[in-house]
């Protein structure tokens, strides 16, 4: 039972850590929280119920249509509600933030416009598929689910440790203004940040659908207060620390159902944030130094 | 004295910002404080004023510790600044900026606010006059009513001062009050210091501007690289080697540069 | 004659209008201290649960409950607002807005006292209850040609009118005075503003709290007006909604808020086909406004302008 307990929350840990690279990637390159990000992962899942229980194609095909449409979104989010911003005298760095909260508000009705109210269920071939090891029961939609995101965070630390574009995408979180010095085209890098930000969410929208069997308008704000919780908790901008803090918060979720008190599983990413804010704003794994003024 | 600066250290990091400075200021001083780019002068007014607690050493104001307190308290006990990157409130007019200077003078609350007391009136008209009176004082009274962001450069810097000295310091940080400033500006500024010094107020001065620190400063600190290389006044820290290696050293870093 | 120009639906779209001014000017304070609140929809939750639940299960008077339900987001103000003084923008942004959502949370998971996520019916409403005060004094509706509903509508109408203009008088006078000069400082240059002697925390926190306590006022009110809340009432959405009167009409003069908080609650009521699109509309609205006049439509400037006009005017 603990140990079925323990394999929901790491399946959910890891759906919350994509979720949660996805805001530490556009924190850490232009120290904006993106407020539309949790949006952008329900339109991810909208694509993946769309595709297999509309069009009734493969999955595949609903990662990939996800993809495209996330990524869609996310070059719109910047041409539209971040580049305008940047770079203009006086523009209080509350800015960004209120844009985005704009651009939430915005996709969370279109989606509500186009796909009504309610629950979407969200039915793959195999979501009934599940096999017993001893007295545990794993089901496949949670391997699946892990896999993929575990090659994700892998290749996410790969791309920004090895090759020549996530190098320029590290500088660029240094310092946007050495960068430019040091010949980054910083546009393009930017524009590339977000749209790889938004992708992935827009896996992740996928994957939680397949584990809810679940999709509704509502849920970019929930799971976008749990990214939020998880960055703040993982420290801001930092890659491990969201991977962490993405299963701390997965497996302090499923305690909670665990204990009957699941009317609260909610709140624990908001109180998170507050108390983590007012006991160690820097976060877990953040440096000390790093100053909140 | 006025103002007793006892072994002040200041570390950033790894990076040691000042290191054991000691000096005091007399009753009506016009005190200089110089020293190339990053000598740590800067730094040492953020320390006085409680901007940040030093890391060693201790501040005394007129008998009274001001290390530990907080910013607005080192105001309210007679301790005023300007900052050298010019920071007035842009989108207030220019008496409102003086107005707030007077802030910790004045005591009307919420209450006495809305309901228009008496005392709260009265209070207003006092405020409004003293205002005025200080904008007589650095020339800006005709533009009162424009706001802050519009004014040129060099009104500005004596806006500052202007606000300043509208919670009645007793000692008045100017941290270079000159910079950006023409000759004849210069000139007006040097005017308004000896007024200022006249009015009983005791000042610390950062400034770059040699010929109008050695005119007006009584007596001078040198830092280099956050340490003290000469005290004295103006005559004696002329003939300093020390300070005139440190002065031409900088000079040849620049021709370099 | 009159009676016919009373109508009780148009009364009604009056006082929401009324209690979004609220609203606005209570997000307005806060943001007068250049402090983002993403968390008055949970104080107005509080104001309206309190009142709610103190006049309905406590048969408390309804001056009491919405006195009480005012304080109490103030004092839940408070100690939001003082924890969090060290957080600077964004970071307080996001634990209000965590807060908010917490608040929700409680609602709807405190069955015994706030009926969870059903919702709280048949609140005592202001109109029938001042209705009935007049009646006791021998005032019908009848006397003066209306009919008992449009004595109702009128009365409550009124009576928020009263007081928003008192609360908007309240304000302005603290605005002109030096309690709002300390705030603006601090908006424009904390540092700066605590160099001349202005005590930061006290005012930071005086105007999160001021802020919280109006809107648990407007919460108040809007319980017993409407006499139905629920927890989907104080959601995020209704943060946004609150934010955008003062992001959408302008946060640097008390009139901005109040006018796009006016002219936000109206618009749906004049073009029908807008209500649906309203959010949509709010988020375009949001991304225009930070991109083209971050300070809102009505801004000091223009203030200023108007102002000198007027002096001009008064010389002549």
């Given at each position: 039972m603990i140990l079925e307990q323990l394999i929901n929350g790491i399946t959910l840990g890891s759906i919350y850590a994509i979720v949660a690279l996805g805001y530490t990637l556009v924190f850490g390159v232009l120290d904006i929280l993106n407020m539309a990000h949790g949006e952008i992962f329900m339109f991810g899942a909208f694509m993946g119920v769309l595709v297999t229980n509309t069009l009734k194609l493969p999955l595949i095909?609903?990662?990939?249509v996800?993809?495209?449409?996330?990524?869609?979104?996310?070059?719109?989010?910047?041409?539209?509600?971040?580049?305008?911003?940047?770079?203009?005298?006086g523009v209080s760095h509350l800015a960004p933030l209120i844009s985005t909260i704009g651009v939430s508000i915005f996709l969370e009705n279109l989606a509500h416009h186009f796909f009504g109210a309610g629950n979407h269920p969200f039915r793959t071939s195999f979501s009934e598929m599940s096999f017993q090891i001893g007295t545990v029961t794993v089901y496949a939609v949670q391997i699946v689910i892990f896999v993929i995101a575990v090659l994700l965070m892998v290749g996410l630390s790969f791309w920004l440790s090895k090759t020549k574009a996530g190098k320029a995408l590290r500088a660029c979180a240094e310092s946007l203004e050495a960068a430019s010095i040091l010949g980054v085209n910083t546009k393009k890098m930017i524009t590339t940040t977000v749209i790889i930000a938004s992708v992935m969410g827009g896996i992740a929208g996928v994957l939680v659908g397949m584990a809810f069997n679940?999709?509704?308008?509502?849920?970019?704000?929930?799971?976008?207060?749990?990214?939020?919780?998880?960055?703040?908790?993982?420290?801001?901008?930092?890659?491990?620390?969201?991977?962490?803090?993405?299963l701390i918060l997965g497996l302090a979720e499923t305690l909670v159902v665990v204990f009957g008190e699941s009317g609260y599983r909610d709140a624990i990413a908001f109180a998170l944030i507050i108390i983590i804010l007012l006991v160690r704003p820097q976060g877990l794994f953040g440096k000390a130094s790093e100053a909140r003024r | 004295m006025v103002l007793e600066v006892r072994g002040i250290t200041k570390r950033f990091g790894g990076i040691q910002a000042l290191t054991d400075v000691t000096f005091q200021v007399g009753k009506g001083e016009v005190f200089g404080l110089i020293g190339p780019n990053g000598a740590g002068k800067t730094t040492m007014f953020n320390i006085i004023t409680s901007m940040f607690p030093p890391t060693m050493g201790e501040v005394i104001f007129m008998g009274k510790k001001l290390t530990g307190l907080?910013?607005?308290?080192?105001?309210?006990?007679?301790?005023?600044?300007?900052?050298?990157?010019?920071?007035?409130f842009p989108e207030m007019t220019v008496l409102e900026n003086v107005t707030v200077g007077q802030h910790c003078r004045t005591k009307s609350g919420v209450w006495s606010s809305v309901f228009r007391t008496g005392a709260q009136k009265q209070e207003e008209k006092s405020i409004r006059e003293k205002a005025l009176e200080l904008l007589r004082l650095v020339g800006l009274e005709e533009l009162q009513d424009t706001f802050a962001d519009n004014l040129a450069y060099g009104q500005q810097r004596r806006l500052e001062i202007a606000r300043a000295l509208a919670s009645d310091p007793k000692l008045l940080l100017l941290d270079e009050p000159a910079a950006g400033m023409n000759e004849s500006e210069t000139k007006d500024l040097f005017d308004l210091i000896q007024n200022i010094k006249k009015l009983g107020i005791t000042v610390l001065l950062i400034e770059h501007d040699m010929p109008l620190v050695m005119r007006i400063c009584d007596r001078l600190i040198v830092l280099n690289f956050g340490k003290e290389i000469a005290q004295g006044t103006p005559e004696e820290i002329k003939n300093n080697p020390e300070v005139i290696e440190a002065y031409l050293g900088r000079e040849e870093e620049e021709d370099l540069a | 004659m009159l009676a016919e120009l009373i109508n009780p639906y148009y009364l009604q779209v009056l006082s929401f209008i009324l209690i979004n001014i609220i609203l606005g000017v209570s997000i307005y304070i806060t943001l007068s201290t250049g402090q983002l609140s993403l968390g008055h929809a949970g104080f107005m939750g509080i104001g309206a649960y309190a009142s709610a639940i103190l006049t309905l299960d406590y048969h408390m008077p309804?001056?009491?409950?919405?006195?009480?339900?005012a304080i109490l987001a103030g004092i839940v103000g408070l100690c939001i607002g003082i924890p969090t003084l060290r957080l600077q923008g964004v970071y307080l942004a996001i634990a209000t807005l965590g807060f908010g959502e917490v608040i929700r949370v409680l609602f709807i998971n405190l069955e015994g006292l706030t009926k969870g996520a059903v919702g709280i019916s048949s609140i005592p409403h202001i109109g029938r209850e001042l209705v009935k005060g007049l009646q006791d004094f021998g005032f019908k509706a009848s006397m003066i040609g209306l009919k008992n509903n449009q004595l109702i509508s009128l009365s409550v109408f009124l009576l928020l009118l009263i007081i928003t203009l008192l609360i908007i008088a309240f304000f302005i006078r603290q605005t002109n005075s030096r309690v709002g000069r300390a705030f603006a400082a601090i908006k424009m240059d904390e540092r700066a503003a605590e160099a001349m002697g202005v005590n930061i925390t006290y005012y930071k926190v005086l105007a999160f709290a001021q802020g919280a306590m109006v809107a648990g006022f407007a919460g108040a009110l809007f319980a017993h007006v409407t006499a139905y809340i629920s927890p989907a009432d104080f959601s995020y959405h209704r943060a946004v909604e609150i934010l955008i009167f003062a992001i959408f009409g302008g946060s640097e003069v008390i009139w901005g808020p109040i006018f796009g908080a006016a002219f936000l609650t109206?618009?749906?009521?004049i073009l029908r086909e807008v209500n649906e699109y309203r959010y949509m509309i709010y988020?375009?609205?949001?991304?225009?406004?930070?991109?083209?006049?971050?300070?809102?439509?009505?801004?000091?400037?223009?203030?200023?302008?108007?102002?000198?006009?007027?002096?001009?005017?008064?010389v002549s």
């Open positions: 095909v609903a990662f990939l996800a993809i495209g449409v996330t990524a869609i979104l996310g070059f719109l989010l910047e041409t539209l509600a971040l580049r305008p911003l940047r770079g203009k005298k679940s999709v509704s308008p509502q849920m970019g704000l929930s799971m976008g207060l749990k990214g939020l919780a998880i960055i703040i908790l993982g420290g801001m901008g930092n890659v491990k620390g969201a991977m962490a803090g993405g | 907080k910013p607005h308290e080192v105001t309210e006990a007679g301790v005023c600044r300007t900052f050298q990157n010019i920071r007035l | 309804l001056v009491v409950g919405i006195v009480v339900g109206a618009m749906p009521e988020g375009v609205l949001l991304v225009v406004m930070m991109a083209f006049r971050p300070q809102g439509l009505i801004d000091t400037q223009m203030i200023y302008k108007l102002k000198q006009r007027r002096k001009k005017k008064g």
